[in-house]
């Protein structure tokens, strides 16, 4: 599944809003990654970069423009982990008390009841396409 696509589904099913959100620039995401104190995994920062600005649906991917978000990352990533989610994933997204999760390597999973799932996706955009768009 290549960004590119997923990025342009993303951007048809973007729902208007009175105050869009802003996309981040390295600069920022350089912060983001001191006060997490991990590196944003390759595709997580692309969609960060290109389209974490698109409002769709019930779910609400992480931010990293805006540090008073309530979808700000370093915020969601401090609540997650302080729930028990492995201090090694960085939160994608968090949905009614699970989070969806990025490994170092890209892979997303599922933190849920306190533990990780079988659940799986390959790639942010597999998420994306799969979970995201599909809720």
């Given at each position: 599944?290549?960004?590119?696509?997923?990025?342009?589904?993303?951007?048809?099913?973007?729902?208007?809003?009175?105050?869009?959100?802003?996309?981040?620039?390295?600069?920022?995401?350089?912060?983001?990654?001191?006060?997490?104190?991990?590196?944003?995994?390759?595709?997580?920062?692309?969609?960060?970069?290109?389209?974490?600005?698109?409002?769709?649906?019930?779910?609400?991917?992480?931010?990293?423009?805006?540090?008073?978000?309530?979808?700000?990352?370093?915020?969601?990533?401090?609540?997650?982990w302080s729930?028990?989610?492995?201090?090694?994933?960085?939160?994608?997204?968090?949905?009614?008390?699970?989070?969806?999760?990025?490994?170092?390597?890209?892979?997303?999973?599922?933190?849920?009841?306190?533990?990780?799932?079988?659940?799986?996706w390959p790639?942010?955009?597999?998420?994306?396409?799969?979970?995201?768009?599909?809720?």
């Open positions: 599944m290549e960004a590119e696509e997923i990025i342009d589904m993303l951007r048809d099913s973007n729902q208007p809003v009175p105050v869009p959100l802003d996309l981040p620039d390295e600069d920022v995401l350089v912060e983001v990654e001191e006060q997490i104190l991990l590196p944003i995994p390759r595709d997580m920062r692309t969609y960060l970069l290109e389209a974490s600005d698109v409002i769709f649906g019930s779910l609400e991917p992480v931010t990293a423009a805006d540090p008073y978000s309530h979808t700000y990352l370093p915020e969601v990533a401090a609540v997650a729930l028990g989610v492995p201090r090694y994933l960085v939160p994608l997204c968090e949905d009614n008390g699970s989070y969806y999760c990025v490994e170092p390597e890209g892979e997303v999973v599922l933190w849920r009841d306190g533990d990780l799932t079988d659940e799986t790639s942010v955009w597999h998420w994306i396409h799969d979970v995201w768009l599909e809720s």
